[in-house]
């Protein structure tokens, strides 16, 4: 039975109100723009996103399980967020490894960015130099390898 007092303008099935303040929530299921979600006391209802909200954030929380908070909106509930429970960028406790998982990455720093691992390193400045240290460097390439230089010194 559809509550009496709930917003003419909420989707159908909708808690009218959730009451004071933020409730966590799990994600259940997207449907176009909108998302079922299952409140902590057992309540579902369905909600959408408030603005500034990134629908891939609610998505990566539909698929890990990830907990959601809600609030009452002008036209019902509305997704206001995600609750973070682990540090970011998370590193896998089992064998120690950060894992990035995208089309492409980039890194942008004002000064410069270096990566370490043991006694090698890889340094990219802002007047252009880029570095690679270490004891060994072996380049392994399955066609051509061309370097473009105006001066090339070799010890």
Same mark, same amino acid.
């Given at each position: 039975?559809?509550?009496?007092?709930?917003?003419?303008?909420?989707?159908?099935?909708?808690?009218?109100n959730?009451?004071?303040?933020?409730?966590?929530?799990?994600?259940?299921?997207?449907?176009?723009?909108?998302?079922?979600?299952?409140?902590?006391?057992?309540?579902?209802?369905?909600?959408?996103?408030a603005?500034?909200?990134?629908?891939?954030?609610?998505?990566?929380?539909?698929?890990?399980?990830?907990?959601?908070?809600?609030a009452?909106?002008?036209?019902?509930?509305v997704?206001?967020?995600? $609750?973070?429970? /682990?540090? =970011?960028?998370? !590193?896998?406790?089992?064998?120690?490894a950060?894992? #990035?998982? *995208?089309?492409?990455i980039q890194l942008?720093?004002d000064?410069?960015?270096?990566?370490?691992?043991?006694?090698?390193?890889?340094? $990219?400045a802002? /007047?252009? =130099?880029?570095? !690679?240290?270490?004891?060994?460097?072996?380049?392994? #390439?399955? *066609?051509?390898?061309?370097?473009l230089?105006?001066?090339?010194?070799?010890?």
């Amino acid at each position: 039975m559809r509550n009496p007092k709930a917003s003419k303008h909420a989707p159908e099935g909708n808690v009218a109100n959730l009451g004071a303040g933020i409730h966590a929530a799990t994600v259940e299921l997207k449907t176009g723009r909108s998302y079922r979600v299952k409140l902590l006391d057992g309540r579902s209802t369905r909600t959408t996103l408030a603005h500034g909200v990134s629908p891939k954030l609610i998505d990566e929380c539909l698929r890990s399980r990830r907990l959601v908070m809600l609030a009452d909106g002008e036209r019902g509930p509305v997704i206001v967020g995600a $609750l973070q429970t /682990s540090l =970011v960028p998370q !590193i896998h406790e089992d064998t120690g490894a950060f894992e #990035v998982d *995208a089309t492409q990455i980039q890194l942008r720093a004002d000064a410069s960015i270096v990566l370490r691992v043991g006694t090698s390193s890889l340094s $990219l400045a802002k /007047s252009g =130099v880029a570095r !690679i240290e270490g004891e060994q460097m072996v380049i392994d #390439v399955a *066609a051509l390898l061309r370097v473009l230089a105006t001066k090339v010194e070799l010890p």
